[in-house]
């Protein structure tokens, strides 16, 4: 038994354990490379994306993305600092993708260091909100909207409202316009509206994202409007749907381009889109010829490069930017459009949209697979 004497059991130990050591960590290493189970969600998880833009469809955009994330998509940290503030973002390379709600003109793309595409999202309408006592069925129509506006028409008693209005008692009360004071698509939606049923309007002020109001008081967001108008007895003020819905704040009813007067709704914006869409899908549906369409009603877009291998980008950035914005443009997140007070995009756009993002590349290889 001498050879058994012989035997080191302290060195065998170790060696035993080093070795067990050694098998926990590999097994652990292929655990992690495996995802904990694989999945794309789940490696997306990992991947923190930075957008900003449009506060007109921000309520949509938060639930949207939290959704997302909790399903295992990417951290998306949005900022709500206007349609102007999103393109400047973009233009200058610091967010992953943009919103807006005005497209972008020929003069404003070629000013981007890339190409840029447009992604419909969803529907939304531009709604006139007022805070007026006792007036909860109030109607205009697009003269009665320039004079207002334009600081023309200064009492909510003035015969012109009335005559729109039979049988409506009107306060004695000094009319108070809000506006955005930020560069705003919510703006541009409804001074591209206006610009087309009023001469005079387009002469004065036009269309644009910030404009030089003649009269009122401005605020910044479509939140600090909506905050102003719900605030302040006289008020009256273009807001998104959605806030004015959730604030409940009236809403006036406005005449469309068939003399009818249209109430804001889901299938009111809904009708507004039944168009043809561009295969760039710029294209405004304010004024719709549609008898049933509320006449004040836009798409709003998401914008990235066509290329997003810029900056500091990563491909992993790449895939979860345009894994994001194709599900936005499908059904589950359309389902959650809609629960929040935006209409769903019509077939023809979400199908415009996913052929847009299969053109999305990273060094010149498409994303998508």
Known sequence: MDWFKNINFTTILAKMKNSIILLVAAAALVLVSCGGGGSTAGKQKQVTLSAAGATFPQPFYN?????????????????????????KSLRDQIVDFAATDAYLSDAELAEMPGEVVHIPTCIGAVVIAYNLPGVTDLK????????????????WNDPKILAANPGLVMPDMEITVVYRSDGSGTTYIFSDYMSKVSPVWNAQLGTGKALNWPAGIG????????????????????????????????????MNS?????EPTLESFSAAAASEMPADTRVMITNSSNPAAYPITSFTWIILYKDLAYGNHTREAAEATVNTVKWLTGGEAQAIATSVHYAALPQNAALQAATLLQGITYQGETVLK
Do not use: R
């Open 63 to 87: 639930l949207a993305f939290k959704k997302y994330n909790e399903a295992g998509g990417p951290l998306i940290n949005y900022g709500g600092i206007g349609s102007g503030g999103g393109i």
């Open 140 to 155: 205009l129509t697009p003269e009665l909207l320039e004079g207002i506006f334009l600081g023309n028409i200064k009492k």
């Open 219 to 254: 605020a910044k967001g479509n939140p600090g409007v909506a905050g102003t108008i719900s605030q302040s007895q006289g008020s009256v003020g273009y807001i998104g749907y959605e806030y004015a819905f959730a604030q409940k704040i009236p809403m006036a009813k406005v």
């Open 258 to 262: 068939s003399g009818s007067y249209i």
